[in-house]
Each structure stands twice: as structure tokens, then as C-alpha cells.
């Protein structure tokens, strides 16, 4: 595939530089406005009494407080599994991204041109012997398949891990952060690919196809392992088939899956040690303005 159409089809991921985290969005059975735009707000006095006893206050306060976005929704019982909890631990961090990505990309490495025990000229001689012809189109689009069925699953499950917004704004971040590693190292390394084009390490595809994968399996991974050994199987599926189209060498594919499952990690790693696995909380209580009419204040707790 040719440099420029490779962009195109991910501009989506060079064009969004999104925060790893967004606001919660807010539920629409408790924060919906109950006054039209046509109807004037009533007094704070009506909405709270002014010698309201603490607690009723307190409680009033509350039932206009926004639910953190882990919070548990109708239907899950056991929603989270504890490594998921976990997930700002640095401990598991470098058990379960910085190792396994650093082996892959290590592996990559390792194996460049004509390098290693089996290397990227072994596998890429062993195509041309026993698939010489062999061309597809199918490793364009078929990483996209787990997107999908994750926001299939958001629509007909509750035992989703994050609010639809969330996950998509965690998806976003992710896909940044690969596209940040994986384009100034293509340029950086300016290997041919097999067929004669270049920028061949490492391969986008593959770090994409990763990305999308890990991301699905950090948010259903409850729900069954299934879900996950489906989503790693079309991103390898993914890999093998940018050899098998001699488009990208062997070691290019193994860095890629590094950088995806390293990107993804990452993100969920700093998402839980900036905002503890809450979000950002938001509460809307009535207010008086300094021009003594009444309003509405937001306020955010990191």
C-alpha cells in the first residue's frame, strides 16, 4: 500500500490528539434540566429551604451529583475482575506492558533485514517459495472488526467496564500515542518494505490492529476470555497477512504488536494514577450569581 493511501485510511488516529481522559458524561435520568429554556429558574430557596436540616441538604446535594463513570450499572454483578482494579499499579505495568512490549519490539530488532536466528529474510524467502502470489486487501480493514463488536457489545450488554464515551475517548488516546511512536520511527529506521516501498518499521497496521485489540480486551475481558483471544487472533491474523503480502517483513510486524500493546497500556496505566480509576466526578448544585440571580455551578474533582 502506498505511503499516502496508509495515511488516509488512519488520519482518524493523526488527527485526534485527545486527553486519555474526558469529563464523565453526565446520566440524563438525574442531571436532565427540569426547566425549559423558556422557563425561568426558580430561586435557590425553592429548590433547597433556606433552615433545611444538614442532612437533607447533603442529600439534596447528592442527587444531583453525576455518577463516576465505574460506576456499577443495572445487571453487572461482578464487572470488574481485580487485575482491572489494578491498573495503576506499576508493579503490573511492567509485568504486563513494559516486559511483554519491550520483548516484542526487542524481537523485531533482533531480527531486521537478514539479523537473528530466523530472520525477516528467512520469513520473507519462505513467502516468496510457498506464496509468491499471494495478495489480499482483507488486512486493511479486518483490525477494525473488534471496534465493531465493542460497541456492539456498549449497546445489547451492561457489563461493559466504561461508559461509551470513555471508551471512546480511551480508543483515541491509545490510537495517538501509537501513531506518535510508530510514524517518527518509520521515518527514523527509513527501511524498504519488502515490495520496494518504504517506511517498513514498524508496521502500522499491525500496531493499530494491537491497539484496537488490547483496548477490547481491557473492556470485556470480564465478560468472557473469549472476547479477547477473538480480538489478539484478527490483530496476529493482521500481521501475518502484511507478510503474506510481502508488504511488510517480519520484524516489522513484531514491533508493531509492541508498540500497540505498549500505547494501550500506557494510557490505562496514567488514566488510573491521575484520576484513580473515578474520572472526573461532577457535581451541579443551584447558586446564586453575584447579580443576585439565581444560576446553576458546575463543580469537578480531580
Known amino acids: 500500500m502506498k505511503l499516502s493511501k496508509f495515511l488516509t485510511v488512519h488520519l482518524l488516529w493523526l488527527s485526534v490528539l485527545v486527553n486519555p481522559v474526558l469529563a464523565q458524561v453526565q446520566e440524563q435520568h438525574i442531571?436532565?434540566?427540569?426547566?425549559?429554556d423558556t422557563t425561568a429558574i426558580p430561586a435557590t430557596s425553592q429548590l433547597i429551604p433556606a433552615r433545611a436540616p444538614a442532612f437533607e441538604?447533603?442529600?439534596?446535594?447528592?442527587s444531583l451529583t453525576a455518577l463516576p463513570a465505574d460506576t456499577v450499572l443495572p445487571g453487572q454483578k461482578k464487572p470488574f475482575t481485580e487485575a482491572q482494579l489494578r491498573e495503576g499499579s506499576n508493579k503490573r505495568f511492567l509485568k504486563r506492558a513494559v516486559i511483554p512490549a519491550a520483548a516484542l519490539i526487542g524481537a523485531g530488532i533482533y531480527t531486521i533485514q537478514g539479523n537473528g536466528l530466523y530472520s525477516s529474510h528467512d520469513a520473507r524467502d519462505f513467502r516468496q517459495k510457498n506464496i509468491p502470489n499471494f495478495s489480499t486487501k482483507v488486512d486493511d480493514y479486518i483490525f477494525f472488526l473488534p471496534i465493531a463488536y465493542m460497541y456492539g457489545f456498549n449497546a445489547f450488554s451492561s457489563q461493559n467496564r466504561h461508559d461509551i464515551g470513555r471508551q471512546t475517548a480511551l480508543l483515541l488516546a491509545s490510537g495517538a500515542l501509537t501513531s506518535a511512536i510508530v510514524w517518527p520511527a518509520k521515518k527514523f529506521t527509513n527501511i524498504d518494505r519488502p515490495n520496494g516501498e518504504n517506511y517498513a518499521f514498524p508496521s502500522g497496521h499491525t500496531a493499530y490492529a494491537f491497539t484496537i485489540a488490547t483496548i477490547v480486551d481491557k473492556e470485556f475481558r470480564h465478560k468472557s476470555p473469549w472476547i479477547s483471544v477473538g480480538s489478539y487472533t484478527i490483530a496476529s491474523a493482521t500481521g501475518v497477512m502484511r507478510m503474506m503480502n510481502n508488504a511488510h517483513w517480519m520484524a516489522?510486524?513484531?514491533?508493531?504488536?509492541?508498540?500497540g500493546i505498549l500505547s494501550?497500556?500506557?494510557v490505562y496505566w496514567l488514566h488510573d494514577k491521575l484520576f484513580q480509576n473515578k474520572g472526573l466526578n461532577t457535581m451541579v448544585v443551584p447558586v446564586v450569581l453575584p447579580t443576585g440571580q439565581p444560576g446553576m455551578g458546575l463543580s469537578v474533582t480531580f
Open 57 to 62: 441538604l447533603r442529600d439534596t446535594i447528592r
Open 252 to 259: 516489522d510486524v513484531l514491533a508493531g504488536a509492541g508498540v
Open 264 to 266: 494501550v497500556n500506557t
Open 31 to 36: 442531571l436532565q434540566p427540569a426547566f425549559s
